[in-house]
């Protein structure tokens, strides 16, 4: 197969951020993974991934996080450039720039989009020469291999992920949803949250996960105060057990007016879902100034999965 990028092209790719509405979590398996009921929202925060033919691989990141980015091969950027030249029979040299918004280590899959933006913004630079380019089902098979939440990063928009959250279906969502999501200090380790998970349901009957009718109606109708009484996270006790300090953050966001508060994703990110933008900027006003996150991040849901948005000649 012939592939050819033009040198000194580049492509720019924006990927979203994601919020659980529901993580409903079954018993570990012989594999390790959890299944999964996942309903996954794309949110807008989102990171932008450049990529440009270079001599080898490598990645460099900015924004004000960028010093927790791995910058090696463990990076799933990098893993994904691989994965992706693999296919096409060609060397992974291309240099990785990832221009990061979402919060590092937080619950809401900025490693994972970051993933599946390097995958697409490759696949634009070496589909366009090849004599077979990659279909959307390689690229979410590949998505799949990469992690659990990596081919929801490429999709976007709402989905209910099954099986360990890559088998995905997507979601009508009927309006606008707004979020506040407070950052915390330091990440979670994803792998010690599911620990914890294990611990505090060792002995227990685990049932098999399952997403709520309820959750589902309110999504289609758009309505938060009904999508406020199904937000579910079975991570969120673990995520607490590890930082019973999130149970301040949970509270602060809730005193402020918040519809409803919960853990997003293995956390330590909290996400409160409001009526709509004014109240938005109040909770995040209130989260700002208790001292108890980081900082306060406002966006809406649903959000558009990895697109490009940039190409130099
Ligand atoms: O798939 P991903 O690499 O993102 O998963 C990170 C870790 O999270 C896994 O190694 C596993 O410990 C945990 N996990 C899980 N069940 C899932 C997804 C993730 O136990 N369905």
């Known amino acids: 197969m012939t592939v050819l990028s033009v040198p000194g092209s580049s492509v720019t790719v924006r990927v979203p951020a994601k919020v659980n509405a529901q993580l409903a979590v079954g018993a570990a398996r012989p594999d390790g993974f959890h299944d999964l009921a ?149 990440g979670l380790s994803t792998p010690a949250v599911y620990g914890e998970f294990d611990r505090l349901t060792a002995g227990t009957d685990v049932p098999p996960p399952a997403a709520a009718p309820a959750l589902l109606d309110a999504l289609r109708s758009g309505d938060p105060t009904a999508l406020a009484g199904a937000l579910a996270n079975d991570l969120q006790p673990a995520a607490l057990s590890l930082r019973p300090a999130l149970a301040d953050t949970l509270a602060t966001g809730t005193s402020a007016g918040a519809l409803a508060a919960l853990v997003s994703g293995s956390g330590p990110t909290t996400a409160f879902l409001v009526k709509d933008e004014e109240a938005a900027a109040t909770v995040a006003a209130a989260l700002r100034a208790s001292g108890t996150c980081r900082t306060a991040r406002t966006a809406t849901s649903p959000a558009r999965g990895a697109v490009v948005t940039g190409r130099t000649p």
């Open 38 to 186: 996942n309903v996954f929202l794309a949110v807008s925060l989102y990171d932008e991934i450049t990529v440009t033919p270079a001599e080898s691989l490598r990645i460099t990141c900015s924004g004000p996080d960028a010093d927790q980015v791995p910058l090696d091969r463990t990076n799933l950027a990098a893993r994904a450039a691989e994965a992706l030249a693999a296919r096409y029979g060609i060397a992974p040299d291309v240099h990785i720039h990832i221009a990061k918004d979402i919060p590092v280590a937080g619950g809401m899959a900025g490693g994972s989009a970051d993933g599946a933006g390097a995958l697409l913004a490759c696949d634009a630079l070496w589909s366009a020469g090849a004599s077979s380019p990659a279909s959307r089902e390689e690229l979410l098979a590949i998505c799949a291999e990469l992690g659990s939440d990596v081919p929801f990063s490429l999709l976007g928009g709402a989905a209910l992920g099954t099986g360990r959250g890559e088998l995905l279906t997507p979601l009508e969502v009927g309006g606008v949803f707004h979020w506040v999501f407070a950052v915390a200090d330091g």
